[in-house]
């Protein structure tokens, strides 16, 4: 591993101080977040080419091509599946399950999404369930937020317990040489702690909404919303392969968005529909937004920042007595970071800074765990500190109604009560049973 200057160099201050104008724009939104991705991104293009640490091709390579095509092929899915009625039939049968009560609603479909992103990642099954969820608010005439922070707050926090639940996992993973199962067992107890903490919360956080019990559900007809049965099937079936690809994927060394492409491919051949019509139902607003934060976060990376933060982090683990603080101080660090850039790139910088303890001695193990811990629970903390953040807070735009509206703030005075209780609980478990974290 190469050494990294323990100097703020000229760059570094270049590239912090357009991330911290950029999220300023998104966070107070003076102008809407997408725009204010794209203008700082060609800000730090500029501003890298000029200084020298970023060029137009390191932008380029910062965009994860890997989670755009994901995202736009799970997208061009979703859209075929809406004129059908799938969506409003799954709503209608969950809405009756749940017997008129929103706090039962609210833990079915958690419950639900969370099961799902323990095997599948957590973008995926947002992707899916955020527009189900408007769906069946708009069906039963209730406030959608709550149903969709929690799904995506619950499958944050659930998706950190599986090798393939959160793309960091996967490279800890790899890294370390964690197995689906250890990671299972070392994780699995912990998130399911931090998660039932995090349902409460959501019940608690969102009781006032959740008060008033649903009238009408029993009129509605489920069978009555089914329309164009033959696209329904043939996209229903595309969708089913892409699941079963998600399983194995790992195996074949297929990309996910590649496996989200697949099913696309096969959903064009069997319904052949308009490609102009099918496009404008993309969210490209979502697409862009996430294109100018890669770029933005790339800059940051390329300025050797994350770098340096990673290596003043490390330093405290030089002492083998400083083990247990230095896993705190990782997870913590970790996750506030995570909160506020793209865990993936602060993911990467820090595999090698602690595969480097090693040779010195101190045994990573609890490290990587803490690592692990960090990154998936400290998106939690804000409304870009996750991909599956930011498609809930744009469907509810979608709706177009200015009550039903996610706002950077609004977020933060739920996400972040989320955020701090369960990094909480996974510090003292982690205090507890550390010995067996040494493992």
Known sequence: METVSHSVTTGMWVAGSVLVVAYVLIFSEVIHRTLAGVIGAVTMIIAGMYVGFYSQADAIAAIDANTMFLLTGMMTLVVMLKPTGGFEYLAIRMAKLSKGSPKLLLIY????????????????????????????????????????????????????????????????????????????????????????????????????DLSSKIDGILDLDETQVLKEPKTLMAVSASILVVILLFFIHHHYHLFPGFVAWIGVAVALVLVRPDPEELLKGLDWSVLLFFAGLFIIVGGVEGSGLLDLLGQQLAEIAQDPENLLLTALVIMWVSAFISAVVDNIPFTVTMIPIIAHLETQGVDIMPLWWALALGVGLGGNGSHIGSTANVICVAEAERIGIAEYRITPMYWLRKGTPVMLSTLMISSLLLIAFFDYYRG
């Open 109 to 208: 479909v958690s419950t639900v999404v969370t099961v799902i992103s323990l095997f599948l990642d957590n973008v995926t099954t947002v992707l899916v369930f955020a527009p189900l969820t408007v769906v069946i608010a708009r069906l039963l005439g209730i406030n959608p937020v709550p149903y969709l922070m929690a799904e995506a707050l619950l499958s944050d926090t659930g998706g950190v317990a599986t090798l393939v639940g959160d793309p960091p996992n996967v490279m800890i993973g790899s890294a370390a040489n964690i197995d689906f199962n250890r990671f299972l067992f070392h994780m699995g107890p912990i998130i399911f702690v931090a998660w039932v903490a995090t349902l409460l919360l959501m019940l608690l956080l969102f009781r006032t």
